[in-house]
C-alpha cells in the first residue's frame, strides 16, 4: 500500500490522459516543470540501484578477482556458511563470492569486514574495470588524472563515502551502458520515460511468462531535495547529478540525469528511492502554524502545499501499451531519436514493424 500523504497513484486509460494529467489540464497541476521522470516495464520493479539488487554485481567480476570478505562467526553462521569447527566467537574466516553468487570459503584478496564494503569493493572494481579497458581502446573517458593514476597502478582504494564525487561522471556512463552501478536513471521529458515503460511489448508481446506486464511511469517532484543543500553540510544521501551531454548522445537526446545513493563504506542504503524519501520525510516532520515543515538533516527546511506529492506513479496496463507506444513513434520518440545513429534508424524501422503487426494492421 502506497503512502498517500506522499505518493498519488493513477491507473491509466489512454495515452491522452495521462498527458493530461503531467501537463496540468482541467484541476491537476502541471508536473513537467516539478518533476524528474522514470520509466519501468512492470509494476514489481523498485526504484533501487542495480548495483544494490542482490548480488547483481558479481556476474560482471571476472575469476581473477574475488574479493575475500572477513566474517566473524555470528555472521558467517546468519548467512549459513561453513565455519571451522576450532573458530571461536571473536575469530574471523575468509569467504569468496562465486560465480553463483554463493559464499565458500576461500582466500583473503582485500580487508573488508562487512557486505557492505563487500560490494562497493566490487562495484569500484568494475568501473575500474570499465575504464581501464575503454581507455586502451581509445575511447573517450571522463576521469580525473588522481583516478587515472590509480587505474594504473591497480589501486583500489574505495572513498569514505562510495560513489565519491571524483567517480560521478564516470558512473553516469557505465550506467548508461548498462553496467550495474549505484546510479538510477531519470529524465527531464515524461514522455521519454513513458517510451522506456512500454517499449517491452515490442519483445515481450503478449508475454507468458509474467502475471502482471503493467509497467509504471514515475514522476518525482525532486525540486524540495536537489539545490536546496545547507552550506557544508553533506549528509544528505541522494545526489543528483546531470552528466556532461556533449559526451554522450543518447544520454542528450533522452534528456537524463542520475541519482545517486551515497553512503559510507562501511554502510549499503539498499531502500528504493521513494521509501528513502518517504522516511527523511516522515522521520524529520514537525507542525508549525498548522502545516508540516520538513527539516531533514543537510537540507534547508520547507514545506509542501497541499495540493502537491512527492512522487506520482502512474500505472500503465498492458493492455494499452501498445497503443501509448504508437502515439510516442507519432510525436517523435522512437529508438531513431532517442539513440542516435545508424543502430538506432535500424531499430526503429524493425520496431515500427512489430508494433504494426501487434495493432493489426497487416
Not at 557492505?116 to 575504464?131: D, G, M, P, R
Amino acid at each position: 500500500m502506497e503512502n498517500t500523504e506522499y505518493v498519488e497513484e493513477y491507473e491509466i486509460n489512454d495515452y491522452f490522459e495521462l498527458q493530461d494529467i503531467i501537463q496540468g489540464r482541467g484541476d491537476y497541476i502541471d508536473l513537467r516543470e516539478k518533476c524528474i521522470f522514470r520509466g519501468v516495464s512492470r509494476k514489481c520493479y523498485e526504484l533501487i540501484p542495480s548495483s544494490l539488487r542482490g548480488f547483481n554485481i558479481a556476474k560482471y567480476i571476472d575469476a581473477d578477482y574475488a574479493p575475500g570478505i572477513k566474517l566473524r562467526k555470528e555472521d558467517a553462521l546468519a548467512l549459513e556458511l561453513s565455519v571451522p569447527e576450532d573458530m571461536g566467537d571473536e575469530g574471523y574466516e575468509v569467504y569468496n563470492l562465486n560465480k553463483k553468487y554463493e559464499f565458500e570459503n576461500g582466500r583473503e584478496l582485500e580487508d573488508t569486514f562487512s557486505l557492505n564494503q563487500f560490494k562497493a569493493l566490487q562495484e569500484l572494481f568494475v568501473i575500474n574495470k570499465f575504464l581501464d579497458d575503454a581507455d586502451k581502446e581509445g575511447l573517450k573517458v571522463p576521469i580525473p588524472q588522481e583516478i587515472r593514476r590509480k587505474i594504473h597502478s591497480l589501486e583500489l582504494e574505495i572513498p569514505y563515502q562510495w560513489p565519491g564525487k571524483e567517480y560521478y561522471e564516470i558512473i553516469s556512463l557505465a550506467q548508461h551502458y548498462d553496467l550495474p552501478t549505484r546510479a538510477l536513471d531519470w529524465s527531464y521529458d515524461f514522455k521519454v520515460s513513458l517510451y522506456f515503460a512500454v517499449k517491452n511489448i515490442l519483445v515481450d508481446n503478449n508475454i507468458e511468462c509474467y502475471e502482471n506486464n503493467d509497467g509504471v511511469l514515475w514522476a518525482f517532484n525532486y525540486r524540495y531535495f536537489q539545490g536546496n543543500f545547507e552550506i557544508d553540510d553533506d549528509s544528505f544521501r541522494l545526489k543528483f547529478y546531470r552528466p556532461e551531454y556533449y559526451t554522450n548522445p543518447n544520454l542528450s537526446a533522452q534528456k537524463g540525469l542520475f541519482t545517486f545513493h551515497i553512503d559510507s563504506k562501511w554502510n549499503c542504503d539498499e531502500r528504493s528511492v521513494d521509501e528513502l524519501i518517504i522516511d527523511e520525510l516522515e522521520n524529520h516532520k514537525s507542525e508549525e502554524d498548522g502545516e508540516h515543515v520538513y527539516n531533514i538533516p543537510g537540507l534547508m527546511s520547507f514545506t509542501i502545499p497541499k495540493n502537491e506529492k512527492i512522487f506520482y506513479k502512474f500505472i500503465i496496463p498492458e493492455d494499452i501499451k501498445a497503443d501509448v507506444l504508437n502515439q510516442l513513434y507519432l510525436e517523435g520518440y522512437s529508438e531513431k531519436s532517442l539513440f542516435p545513429g545508424y543502430k538506432g534508424v535500424t531499430r526503429n524501422i524493425k520496431n515500427k514493424a512489430i508494433l504494426d503487426a501487434i495493432l493489426g494492421r497487416y
